[in-house]
């Protein structure tokens, strides 16, 4: 390996005049795909992990996982991002200080991916684009697009913005340069890879020390670093070994066939070493994952018993509130026909009252008769005397 990358760099330091720029051409735009690849490899890496470290705390702006994320989706809304636009050009030719606001004669520079991120997410339902502007204590426009950021990720739509941002293809044209990453095949993993985040429930406060715009982001690559060197590899530096030795000495003679052989024996063994290594540690993870699978087939029964009582009681209580709900209507038809019968019995006494009072009292005609007798008795009497 270190005699191919010397090699590489001899080549090229070698190279000729016209060869030697056409080399640099490539080799910068082989640094920049690797740039590319290399920031959406961490960006995934970075998803997964907040995905994992959300099964065991909240995510708020003390979670480093979070923070890396954050800046690491920051260095990708950044990457090649026009600094000055075409109709600023004249003003930074006349040497007058630009501020990064807005002016009648376009964008000035520095520019900040919220100023694409407002003017590409304007057609998304609902944004919270107006109340990113409306923030008080957030006036950069680095700033704003770090709250915008957090208020995305808790109302779980980032993914949507992303989407629609990069959807709005001569937008994108318009504020990012050539070789940009959202201009590239990795813009469409970029949105995919952020859907998993809908899954969480983050909490942020928008007035913390995350949202200066004075700090530039800075991402944290240690959690993602991890070589692991194969075995071929390893042979391959030992062949390259041999070989720089071999070609070293002046005379080779029978006496050095011991070594090389030696030395395969070795790589033999160290072979064997490392494949019994990698045969326990994926002993160790399948015991792990089958202790982990048993563990959650037993919750996932008690989880069945429990819901099969509760089923059992929600039925019984159905069938107990219909017989209620059905002895109520009989005591109510019950209730009903006694009302009527008493009713019925009211009415009944009532007549029966009327023509017994009737007939206990003379009518009133008679009455009148017997009065007008009795004044023709009384009249005579009284003319008598």
């Not at 003379?362 to 005397?385: C, F, M």
Request: net charge neutral; hydrophobic share 35%; proline share 3%.
């Amino acid at each position: 390996m270190a005699s191919r990358s010397l090699g590489g760099l001899s080549g090229s330091r070698c190279g000729g005049g016209g060869s030697g720029s056409g080399g640099k051409k490539s080799l910068s735009a082989r640094n920049a795909a690797v740039e590319r690849r290399n920031l959406i490899t961490v960006c995934r890496f970075s998803v997964k992990t907040l995905i994992d470290r959300s099964c065991f705390e909240t995510i708020d702006d003390s979670s480093p996982e979070f923070n890396n994320f954050a800046a690491i989706l920051e260095q990708i809304l950044s990457h090649r991002l026009k600094e000055i636009s075409q109709s600023c050009r004249w003003l930074a030719h006349l040497q007058i200080p630009l501020q990064g606001q807005v002016t009648w004669f376009g964008y000035e520079s520095p520019r900040s991916f919220w100023d694409y991120i407002r003017v590409a997410c304007r057609k998304v339902a609902q944004n919270c684009i107006c109340s990113i502007e409306n923030m008080e204590n957030v006036s950069s426009s680095r700033a704003k697009g770090r709250a915008w950021i957090r208020v995305a990720l808790m109302e779980k739509h980032l993914s949507e913005y992303i989407s629609t941002a990069l959807r709005d293809f001569k937008t994108t044209r318009r504020f990012y340069e050539d070789g940009a990453i959202v201009l590239g095949e990795e813009a469409n993993m970029l949105a995919g890879m952020l859907l998993g985040l809908n899954a969480i429930d983050f909490s942020f406060c928008l007035k913390g020390e995350g949202l200066d715009g004075n700090f530039p982001a800075v991402i944290d690559y240690t959690p993602y670093l991890k070589f692991t060197q194969s075995s071929d590899s390893i042979s391959s530096d030992e062949e390259e070994l041999r070989t720089l030795g071999s070609s070293g000495s002046e005379s080779s003679t029978p006496e050095n066939v011991g070594p090389p052989f030696i030395m395969d024996e070795n790589s033999w063994f160290n072979k064997c070493k490392r494949v019994k290594q990698k045969y326990q540690l994926t002993l160790e993870q399948k015991g792990y994952l089958e202790e982990l699978l048993r563990l959650r087939e037993n919750q996932l029964s008690e989880s069945v018993s429990q819901n099969k009582i509760l089923l059992q009681r929600i039925e019984d209580s159905d069938l107990a509130h219909k017989l209620e709900k059905e002895q109520l209507e009989y005591i109510i038809v019950e209730l009903q026909d006694q009302l009527t019968v008493l009713k019925n019995n009211d009415l009944r006494s009532r007549q029966e009252l009327t023509a017994h009072l009737t007939n206990q009292w003379p009518s009133p005609g008679a009455l009148d008769v017997n009065a007008v007798a009795l004044d023709t008795l009384l009249y005579r009497k009284h003319n008598k005397q």
